[in-house]
């Protein structure tokens, strides 16, 4: 059963709409929206199992430029 995420992005100043385009490109990508608040960007990722998970969540979106944190909140 596939393992699903919110990954709750802070972007860097005038980056979230750029972020938000490159995250929904990422294979795994369920959804992503931009979003007023304390967090810019809310991605819905998911993945085969939570290794898969995590390593999307480290090597594509936190590789991406403008990310500066993000908080993940796995669906249970």
């Known amino acids: 059963m ?5 990954v709750l992005i802070r972007a860097r100043t005038g980056k979230a ?4 385009e490159a995250i929904a490109k990422v294979t795994g990508c369920r959804s992503v929206c931009t979003v007023t608040g304390r967090y810019d960007v809310i991605a819905l990722l998911e993945a085969e199992d939570l290794r898969s998970l995590g390593d999307l969540i ?4 936190h590789t991406i430029d403008g990310v500066e944190r993000t908080e993940t909140a796995l669906v249970v």
């Open 17 to 20: 709409r750029n972020v938000a």
């Open 2 to 6: 596939p393992v699903q995420a919110y």
């Open 58 to 61: 480290i090597q594509k979106t």
